[in-house]
C-alpha cells in the first residue's frame, strides 16, 4: 500500500514569493490533514478536510495561506505571500477515520524563505 | 497551543537499557496516541491507546494511561540503535483535533 505522497520534499524561496505544497494521501482515506512543524517541536494543525470539506481551518492564517482538496482526493496548500517565519516544515497526513484514529504521515515538505 | 507535554525533553541511554518517557495532558481525552519521527522524515503510528484502557502492548512498546492523573507513559523495552528518534504523544482534545507535545529526542548510544 503506497503511502502518503508529497511534494517537493524541499523548496527554498526568497520572501514575499509564492509556494504551494502538493499532498496525495493513501487511498480511501477520507480525512486529509495539513500540519506544521517548527524545529524542536511538534506538529500543529493548521487544516483539517472531511472529504471536500475543510471542517476546521481555525488554525489558518487565512490572509497568506489557503488550502483545497478538490475533488476530496489531493490537496494543494498555498503560501502567497511567504515570509521569512513560514520556514518550517510541512506535514500533509490522512486517516480513514476522524481525529482520534491513526493518522498516517507523509515525509513533509521543509520550507526555507530568505 | 500543546495539550501534551513529554518529559524528559531529551534522553540518552546505552543500547540495551530500557528507555521510559512520559506526556501529560490538561483536558479529557478520548484517546492517546505515541508516535516516533527519525529525522528528517513524517511520523509514524506507534500506539493508540483509548481512554477506557490502562495498558497497551505492541513488541518492545508498553504504553500506560492514568486518565486520573493525566498521563501516559512509553516503555521501549532492550532499545536499540534503530530507537533513536523524537516520539510524540498526541491527544484528541475533544475529539476536534489532535495535539502534540513537543516531544522526547531519544538517543540510543551503541
Known amino acids: 500500500e503506497a503511502g502518503v505522497v508529497q511534494s517537493p520534499r524541499y523548496k527554498i524561496i526568497e520572501k514575499k514569493q509564492p509556494v504551494a505544497f502538493w499532498c496525495n494521501p493513501i487511498?480511501?482515506?477520507?480525512?486529509l490533514y495539513w500540519y506544521l512543524q517548527n524545529l524542536g517541536q511538534g506538529p500543529e494543525l493548521l487544516i483539517r478536510y472531511e472529504n471536500e470539506e475543510a471542517v476546521d481551518d481555525s488554525q489558518l492564517p487565512k490572509d497568506r495561506f489557503s488550502a483545497e482538496r478538490l475533488k476530496g482526493v489531493d490537496s494543494t496548500l498555498k503560501i502567497q505571500p511567504a515570509e521569512l517565519g513560514d520556514s518550517a516544515v510541512y506535514l500533509c497526513?490522512?486517516?480513514?477515520?476522524?481525529?482520534?484514529?491513526?493518522?498516517?504521515f507523509g515525509p513533509g515538505t521543509r520550507l526555507l524563505v530568505l | 497551543s500543546q495539550q501534551g507535554e513529554e518529559d524528559p525533553q531529551a534522553l540518552s541511554i546505552q543500547e540495551g537499557e530500557n528507555a521510559t518517557m512520559n506526556c501529560s495532558y490538561k483536558t479529557s481525552i478520548n484517546n492517546l496516541q505515541w508516535y516516533r519521527q527519525n529525522s528528517g522524515r513524517g511520523l509514524v503510528h506507534l500506539i493508540l491507546?483509548?481512554?477506557?484502557?490502562r495498558e497497551k502492548h505492541s513488541g518492545r512498546l508498553r504504553v500506560t494511561l492514568d486518565t486520573s492523573k493525566k498521563s501516559s507513559s512509553l516503555l521501549i523495552t532492550a532499545s536499540r540503535a534503530a530507537d533513536t528518534a523524537s516520539y510524540f504523544c498526541?491527544?484528541?482534545?475533544?475529539?476536534?483535533?489532535?495535539?502534540f507535545g513537543q516531544g522526547t529526542r531519544l538517543t540510543i548510544n551503541p
Open positions: 497526513a490522512s486517516s480513514f477515520g476522524g481525529v482520534g484514529e491513526t493518522q498516517y
Open positions: 487511498s480511501g482515506h477520507n480525512t
Open positions: 491507546i483509548r481512554s477506557n484502557e
Open positions: 498526541a491527544t484528541d482534545k475533544g475529539a476536534q483535533k489532535l495535539v
